[in-house]
């Protein structure tokens, strides 16, 4: 039998890895064409379609970065986003120079509340791509959310040096100085950005929250007057208006306020916190009980909506409301001493002092130096017939500033 020679047996191997190459490329085709088809029915509105063609082009062609990303993006745009990392880290192991793909993960590590996971992609990428502005904003964005306030300034001036009239990355500077408690540094920026800007409404937003911050309420009520003026649909600059037009004692200015925030921002839970707020100055609390309500449907964890509903619900007589109310406060917040003093202020209401002592205990164990809890368990000592405990309780309430307890010492502990 003969032996094939060289010259068969190099054109038998480099057929077959033509007939590779084609198959390759024939898939990379196809798998590009199921994109573009997922592409299609996704600004048709069709997500559910789209998705299914993206994961056939993956399934096409299993090395195709690209696929990996549309994915990714869409599933994070359902809110799938554990699923959409899964495919984003995929995709970097196809990709691992792409800034893309890091500036991408980033994103939706923000999304997850990963901010040192966001961080670190945005540090990556901006090192495969150091020259590109947009990347080094971004990363800033992430500083600012981590608190690293300083890194982000510095990140900043760098890139103002290079675009001194860039609106957004002044307002971004003086939101820092913001963080840093610097209300006058602020202010001289937002005031520099009124100058490069002078129509738009944020700017003039911002330069209220300033503002309030320095605690000039009146300045910061004719600013937001200017960025309400300027945008009607802003719903922000209602709602900070709403706020100073509360500290101002304009209840029904701001109760109009956050009503009209409201109609535009029905997703916002804060907003209708403090609409709360004003409801239950005014004496409303049954629709501020509604207000906290939903707030808490739209943020279950929103702690201080928590305390603020057992709050009211107490004053409505609905003392099991209220407990509840508590109870799921000190779940998230055990140690939070406030929360054991609402709770024993409601078994006080109820006439359950043994049960308020112990809450106020509690209270006491984590904050020593509370005049409130002292004050309250003075309060629930007398009422379960302790007199002597009672009136330690309210001197040393006293002691720490309450007017409360010397009030109340005059009355119990004259003898």
């Known amino acids: ?7 068969s047996l190099l054109t038998a191997l480099l057929a077959l890895s033509m007939a590779g190459a084609y198959a390759q490329a024939s898939n990379r085709l196809d798998a590009v064409h199921l994109i573009q088809q997922g592409d299609l029915q996704l600004r048709t509105g069709n997500s559910e379609l789209a998705l299914l063609h993206y994961t056939n082009a993956i399934q096409k062609d299993v090395a195709f970065g690209d696929a990996y990303m549309k994915r990714a ?18 995709a970097l192991e196809l990709n691992p120079y792409s800034e893309y793909i890091f500036d991408r993960r980033a994103k939706v590590k923000f999304l997850m509340n990963d901010l040192k996971g966001a961080e670190d992609d945005l540090a990556r990428a901006v ?85 309030m911050r320095l605690q000039r309420w009146n300045d910061a009520l004719a600013a937001l007057d200017s960025a309400v003026s300027m945008d009607r649909n802003f719903d922000l600059a209602l709602y900070n208006r709403g706020l100073v037009h509360a500290h101002l004692g304009h209840a029904a200015q701001a109760r109009a306020d956050m009503d009209s925030a409201l109609v535009l921002a029905q997703d916002k839970s804060h907003i209708f916190f403090q609409r709360a707020l004003t409801r239950k100055q005014v004496g409303d609390l049954a629709g501020a009980r509604d207000d906290y309500d939903r707030a808490l449907e739209l943020a279950p964890d929103y702690l201080e909506a928590q305390y603020n509903r057992a709050f009211v619900r107490k004053h409505l007589g609905d003392h099991a409301g209220a407990l509840q109310d508590v109870d799921d406060a000190l779940r998230k917040a055990p140690e939070d001493p406030n929360v054991w003093v609402m709770k024993g202020n409601i078994h006080l209401l109820y006439g359950e002092f043994n049960d308020a002592i112990e809450c106020f205990d509690r209270a006491i164990g ?31 309430s006293a002691d720490l500033g309450s007017t409360q307890a010397t ?3 005059k009355y119990f502990c004259s003898f």
């Open 73 to 90: 993006m869409l599933l994070s745009r359902l809110g799938q986003n554990t699923q959409a990392l899964a495919d984003m880290d995929r």
């Open 127 to 211: 090192a495969l791509k150091p020259y590109d502005d947009l990347l080094r904003e971004s990363r800033v964005d992430a500083l600012l959310a981590m608190g690293k306030t300083e890194e982000a300034v510095q990140e900043l001036d760098s890139l103002l040096l290079r675009h001194p009239d860039d609106v957004l990355l002044i307002l971004k500077k003086g939101m820092a100085r913001l963080q840093m408690d610097d209300g006058l540094g602020a202010l001289a920026l937002f005031d520099q950005a009124v100058c490069v800007a002078p129509r738009l409404a944020i700017v003039r937003d911002l330069r209220g929250v300033a503002l």
């Open 1 to 7: 039998m003969r032996t094939p020679n060289l010259r």
């Open 366 to 396: 984590m904050a020593y130096d509370s005049a409130k809890a002292h004050y309250n368990r003075g309060l629930a000592y007398h009422m379960n017939y302790q007199p002597l405990q009672g009136c330690n309780d309210l001197r040393r």
């Open 407 to 409: 009030d109340a010492l």
